[in-house]
């Protein structure tokens, strides 16, 4: 399927990029506790499939980009 979009750096990004590849793709909001939940799993996971034909795909459906900085900043310290 199509997806395109940018970056939290504002990087272009188009999963058609990742063709070859496993990708698990993510839709996940700050506001969905489950979902927060589950970042440092998927964190974990992620490091471990490292060097592997896998991408972790992760897509806010936050409206406001602040929200998912801001959720950003506290999960970089």
Known sequence: PALAGSTLEG???DLARLRGKVVLVMFWST?????RDKMPELRQNHAGWA???????LVSTDRQLADVQAYDAIIAR
């Open 11 to 13: 990087q272009p990004f």
């Open 51 to 57: 060097g592997k034909p896998f991408e972790l795909v």
């Open 31 to 35: 506001g969905c506790a489950v979902c």
